[in-house]
Antibody, heavy 118, light 107 residues
Framework: VQLLESGGGSEQPGGSLRLSCAAS????????MSWVRQSPGKGLEWVST???????SYADSVKGRFIISRDDSKNTLYLQMSSLRPEDTAVYFC?????????????WGQGTLVTVSP | DIQMTQSPSSLSASVGDRVTITCQAS??????LNWYQQKPGEAPRLLIY???TLDTGVPSRFSGGGSGTDFSVIITSLQPEDFATYYC?????????FGPGTRLEIK
């Protein structure tokens, strides 16, 4: 199993970024997937989950600004981030949910850094 | 939202020591509790799921316990590779929430 994030970078407040997570080594379409972030020197914060049935859930801190999606034909997970704020600065990890929307994160990517500053 | 707390926030110990890290949930989460280990610059690694089941490949010096609101992870005979930050995480309901972490340092 491999998860490889990309798309991170620097953006100004109010801007947008799109993160991608390329998955391999498993049947991507059979698993729910999530984004989890970690602000510099801080703890882990769940951001969003998309189930294998395309059910969506979001943390209140990103609801209305971020959109999670997936393309099972490309084995890729996405996070469209809009109206970015400085507090969105973090390493963003994609993670596989082991056995459903509410289950352990059994595999993680290496993360991609998003920096939001003027 | 379910709030997760951990204690201690940091801990200094020596190789060969036994350490206990505790995690408390703000409401009953049954056994829907995982533990992760994270080393600097790396992604978290799943250690224990369902409060007490070791993930594949996790050494038997790790053990987890608890249910309801109170949980713990015990590491017997600390090894150099165990010095890291440990997070608990509940998956009883959405939003999924993590504890603030316990940093385990070498004394």
């Amino acid at each position: 199993v491999q998860l490889l994030e990309s798309g991170g970078g620097s953006e100004q407040p109010g801007g947008s970024l799109r993160l991608s997570c390329a998955a391999s080594g498993f049947t991507f379409g059979s698993y729910s997937m999530s984004w989890v972030r970690q602000s510099p020197g801080k703890g882990l914060e769940w951001v969003s989950t998309i189930s294998h049935r395309y059910d969506l859930s979001y943390a209140d801190s990103v609801k209305g600004r971020f959109i999670i999606s997936r393309d099972d034909s490309k084995n890729t997970l996405y996070l469209q981030m809009s109206s970015l704020r400085p507090e969105d600065t973090a390493v963003y990890f994609c993670a596989r949910l082991w056995f459903g929307d509410l289950s352990p994160f059994d595999y993680w990517g290496q993360g991609t850094l998003v920096t939001v500053s003027p | 939202d379910i709030q997760m707390t951990q204690s201690p926030s940091s801990l200094s110990a020596s190789v060969g020591d036994r350490v206990t890290i505790t995690c408390q949930a703000s409401q009953d989460i049954r056994k829907s509790l995982n533990w992760y280990q994270q080393k600097p610059g790396e992604a978290p690694r799943l250690l224990i799921y369902d409060a007490s089941t070791l993930d594949t490949g996790v050494p038997s010096r790790f053990s987890g316990g608890g249910s309801g609101t109170d949980f713990s992870v015990i590491i017997t005979s600390l090894q150099p590779e165990d010095f890291a930050t440990y997070y608990c995480q509940q998956y009883h309901n959405v939003p999924i929430t993590f504890g603030p972490g316990t940093r385990l340092e070498i004394k």
